[in-house]
């Protein structure tokens, strides 16, 4: 992800926050908002050689898959939970979206547009699933699974009850701020849920619904 995303989501994190990283990598982030925002911060991250690195680092990250759910937290543990580059590789986004919202306030969601005009260009002159610098590997060896625009996550958004407090778009030059659905390769979104879909979500640790965009 380009660099603007993680200075983005530093800004809008509130100092001595505690903040949920789903995906947590090599912990490099968690660790500058531990760091720079005095959070205090936890993640999750099914690589065990990326937990390793996370531990070296003196960070609280635990091995294992979110798409088995977040059972170990109670609800509202959580300030933000942080989806960084991932909700596009889940099998089941909307559930664990749920999960997300459970055990946090807030949820903070970055993914890659693939409506990039690059990427329409594309599949309009060759016919075939783009490659480019954001989207570098072949369809059969690439990690995502949703193909999914700003436009769609929007839609997403309002089907389900959600609220984007604030978002932020992005490619190679910086901040998008005109026709982001077609100019930008990578967008974040601060989300929070409007106050009937809070109520509904269960409160039972690990309880997911299978219904699409059901939150």
Request: charged share 25%; net charge negative; hydrophobic share 40%.
């Amino acid at each position: 992800m380009y660099l603007g995303i993680y200075e983005t989501v530093s800004h809008w994190i509130p100092e001595k926050s505690r903040v949920l990283d789903l995906g947590a990598g090599d912990g490099a982030f968690l660790e500058r908002l531990v760091q720079t925002r005095q959070v205090v911060g936890e993640g999750v991250e099914k690589d065990a050689e990326l937990v390793a690195r996370c531990v070296e680092r003196g960070l609280v990250v635990h091995q294992g898959d979110i798409a088995d759910g977040l059972d170990q937290y109670g609800d509202q543990t959580f300030d933000f939970v942080l989806l960084l580059g991932t909700f596009q590789e889940l099998v089941s986004p909307a559930d664990i979206l749920r999960e997300a919202f459970r055990v946090g306030r807030h949820v903070v969601i970055a993914h890659t547009n693939f409506a990039h005009f690059s990427v329409r260009l594309q599949v309009l002159l060759r016919g075939r699933t783009p490659m480019t610098q954001f989207l570098p590997t072949h369809w059969y060896h690439t990690q995502n699974l949703h193909f999914f625009s700003i436009l769609d996550f929007q839609d997403f958004c309002r089907e389900t009850g959600i609220q984007e407090l604030n978002q932020a778009y992005f490619n190679i030059r910086g901040a998008v701020r005109f026709l982001p659905n077609l100019r930008a390769e990578e967008a974040v979104s601060w989300l929070q849920l409007d106050p009937i879909s809070r109520r509904s979500v269960t409160v039972e640790r690990g309880k997911t619904k299978t219904e699409p965009y059901q939150i």
